[in-house]
């Protein structure tokens, strides 16, 4: 006890070093930046009415927000913060009545980018999620490509694409830009899953060409453990590695006829944990995407096997394994706001712990996107025609705007 104590102690005290180390670079580069060149501020803010019918009880209605901030200083510098919130069932509690809340820190980081004549440096600090493996970011980032990530695993309020390995927790980032459309990245970072503290390694590179956009990533993560096989407790042990991997491949033209290819492994065990396995299905993300597009309509059609983790975070998919039908058409104008309207049509169903199919399930979502005051107004329903019989799980829609502000 004495030493978990201890180290409770340290955990705190190295925490609040870390802040406290970066508040203190915050404040003295801002003003040596605001002496040499101009600085740029942008902003982007969301919110998100959730509306879910009960069978015969009140039904429940939901607001989730999201603000995002970035500081721009000499284009050399550079601070990004995401936060989050939602909240409870605000009828339940009632509108004029506090509502229990989750507020979370979706991203803080500080950047310092080097440019020289043959490559582009860039060291950072982050905690939170940042530049995830199969999300856009990373492209959009060092390549300014315009969004290429399949609609299936776009969030309501997020930024950024869902990806196939998340880098979070608390870390550290270099990249390098070259001349020619290419990029490394390096990442370093702390984070907790599975149960465990793990110690994370990662290498990417990225290619970005006029019909050929690449993202490969691969690395090993480190579980901490504190106690050996007698379980008398030791200050440090690793005696185990975890291997991850993925790429996201679009090949055509983007944003018109294309074919988008993911696929990745989110956990490989060099030597297992107790009562786990190597490998395990529940870990794949295979993801194949062709997409066609005409005159008036864009048709995109998905083969998805995803880990069941990051279903709950997507609107359009309601199950780990299936396939969508994505109809979207062509911009127009409906009542002076340019406006696109489209149909997702999912079958998909679960997996158990033995491998079999389960809960077949199928998801019809029309949508609607139109631009209001500078931003983006959705709205979106969403049906499951094999619960008819739960109007909770039936049917509910939601509301949501968006804006760079």
């Not at 959009?140 to 869902?162: D, G, M, V």
């Not at 395990?280 to 997409?291: A, I, N, T």
């Not at 809960?359 to 500078?374: A, F, I, K, N, R």
């Not at 025609?385 to 939601?398: E, I, M, R, T, V």
């Amino acid at each position: 006890m004495q030493w978990e104590s201890i180290f409770g102690v340290y955990r705190i005290m190295t925490r609040k070093r870390f802040i406290l180390i970066l508040s203190v670079l915050i404040f003295i580069l801002i003003p040596m930046a605001g002496l040499t060149a101009e600085s740029s501020l942008s902003s982007f803010a969301g919110a998100d009415i959730d509306f879910i019918p009960q069978q015969n009880d009140t039904p429940l209605l939901k607001l989730n927000g999201v603000f995002a901030a970035q500081y721009n200083m000499n284009n050399n510098v550079l601070f990004r913060g995401c936060f989050g919130i939602k909240t409870g069932d605000i009828i339940e509690n009632g509108f004029f009545q506090d509502t229990p809340s989750y507020f979370t820190i979706n991203e803080f980081s500080a950047s310092y980018k080097l440019p020289t004549s043959v490559i582009t440096q860039q060291l950072a600090v982050f905690m939170g999620k940042y530049e995830s493996l199969g999300s856009d970011e990373f492209m959009q980032k060092n390549f300014s490509t315009i969004n290429y990530a399949s609609p299936l695993f776009s969030k309501k309020l997020s930024l950024f694409s869902e990806g196939i390995v998340n880098y979070s927790g608390v870390g550290l980032s270099y990249s390098m830009k070259f001349s020619t459309p290419q990029a490394l990245g390096f990442y370093f970072y702390y984070d907790k899953k599975y149960n465990y503290n793990f110690l994370n390694f990662d290498l990417r590179f990225a290619s970005a060409f006029d019909t050929v956009l690449f993202d490969l990533g691969f690395g090993a993560a480190l579980p901490l453990e504190t106690t050996d096989s007698n379980d008398s407790e030791v200050f440090l042990l690793i005696r185990r590695c975890d291997i991850h991997a993925g790429f996201s491949l679009l090949l055509g033209n983007n944003p018109v006829t294309n074919l988008f290819i993911q696929a990745g492994l989110q956990r490989i065990q060099i030597k297992p944990m107790p009562d786990t396995t190597n490998i395990s299905l529940k870990d794949l993300f295979l993801f194949v995407e062709p997409r066609f597009t005409g005159n008036y309509l864009r048709c995109n059609v998905s083969f998805f096997c995803i880990p069941e983790t990051q279903v709950a975070e997507l609107p359009f998919i309601p199950q780990p394994i299936g396939c969508d039908i994505h109809l979207s058409s062509q911009e127009f104008i409906m009542i002076h706001r340019p406006t696109v309207m489209g149909l997702h049509t999912a079958i998909a169903c679960g997996l158990t712990d033995d491998f079999k199919l389960k809960d077949l399930d199928v998801q019809v979502t029309p949508y609607m996107d139109c631009s209001v005051l500078g931003g983006s107004f959705n709205l979106l329903f969403t049906f499951h025609p094999l619960q008819y019989k739960d109007a909770g799980k039936f049917f509910n829609f939601s509301l949501s705007y968006k804006a760079e502000l």
